[in-house]
């Protein structure tokens, strides 16, 4: 059999998550897909981050991106009220658990004053790797019961799609959401780019699902995944058994189950049939595949000067 290793936000389990360092790790180590989040800041620029609020956890200030501004501090602010100078003053290199449990801070190697990267950065980074045969997997992220939080999911997708089509990176991309909407215009503006309906039990209500009704479908979240556009379905791993693979294989979706970190999980979803599993650590996905006597991807190393994106330089490209 056939299954993919999938970075979760690089290798958060191992180095900053959505940090170039992070990426540029996974990338080292060798996955298949590079896995990533994307949230749209006040100047309207495409940012890594996983939270629609500046996290307290992977983000710390370090100072005003101006004398006197009223939005410092910023950590705990929404991102879209920010500018992009403004997160970039921000210490995005260093862990700072709020609970002694955190299971990420035993493992994490810090990378101190590593800043918040935009897609173009990421983009940049990955081709200068030369890892044509990694896929970028961005997820949009996107909460349609907080408006007030949440860009617009057109403009918003519209803008991710053009940067990646500025780098020439649509064929080797998938588009991810929670928010059903953005696979929706995902499928108008890029179709052949790749659809990841992501779920979790949190979000089987219809304002999730792009106005879908689960009980339409008989409760079968693959079949609701399909007419929503996916071109896959991305469960929380612990709602992945015997009877959602059959349903996934009944609608023609193949299962990716996040966040899969312990080997003898990945090992059962493996036996159930995933077509990859998404992980903070890559690690031990890549020594379990090699005990089972998977196909590995080949690590990458950096090996050729990045190439100018086709229009020239942008601003998210340097920043």
């Known amino acids: 059999m056939h299954a993919e290793i999938h970075g979760h936000r690089g290798a958060r389990g191992l180095r900053p998550e959505n940090t170039l360092p992070g990426l540029a790790h996974a990338l080292e180590l060798g996955v298949d897909a590079l896995e990533f989040d994307v949230a749209l800041t ?9 939270d629609l609020t500046v996290s307290p956890v992977t983000s710390a200030d370090t100072g005003p991106a101006r004398a006197g501004d009223p939005l410092f ?15 970039r003053t921000l210490e995005c290199g260093v862990r700072l658990p709020l609970r002694p449990d955190d299971r990420f801070a035993a493992t994490q190697v810090p990378v101190p004053h590593t800043r918040m990267p935009t897609l173009g950065a990421v983009l940049g980074l990955v081709d200068a790797y030369g890892a044509d045969g990694v896929r970028l997997h961005v997820e949009l992220k996107s909460d349609p019961t907080r408006p007030d939080l949440t860009p617009d999911p057109r403009e918003f997708t519209e803008l ?8 020439d990176r649509l064929g080797g991309t998938a588009i991810l959401s929670f928010d059903w909407r953005i696979l929706r215009i995902a499928r108008e503006l890029a179709p052949a780019a790749r659809r990841y309906a992501l779920i979790e ?15 339409d479908f008989g409760g079968d979240v693959p079949a609701a995944a399909a007419a929503a556009g996916g071109t896959a379905v991305s469960p929380e791993h612990v709602m992945v058994d015997e009877e959602f693979m ?8 193949p299962v990716v189950p996040w966040t899969v970190n312990e080997p003898d999980r990945a090992a ?10 998404v992980t903070d650590y890559p690690d031990r996905m890549r020594a379990l595949w090699a005990g089972r006597g998977l196909p ?20 998210a490209r340097t920043a």
């Open 160 to 167: 991710v799609v053009a940067e990646l089509d500025r780098h």
């Open 73 to 87: 501090p910023y950590v705990g602010r929404p991102v879209g009220a920010l500018t992009l100078a403004q997160l």
């Open 268 to 277: 059962a979803l493996l036996d159930l049939g995933a077509a990859g599993l």
């Open 42 to 50: 006040a100047d309207r620029r495409l940012v890594l981050t996983h």
């Open 246 to 253: 059959r349903r996934a294989a009944a609608a023609g979706l």
């Open 201 to 215: 039990l949190d979000t089987l209500e219809s304002v999730w699902l792009d106005g879908l009704l689960l009980s």
């Open 296 to 315: 590995l991807p080949a690590p990458v190393t950096a090996c050729r000067a990045v190439r100018e994106p086709r229009g020239g330089p942008s601003p």
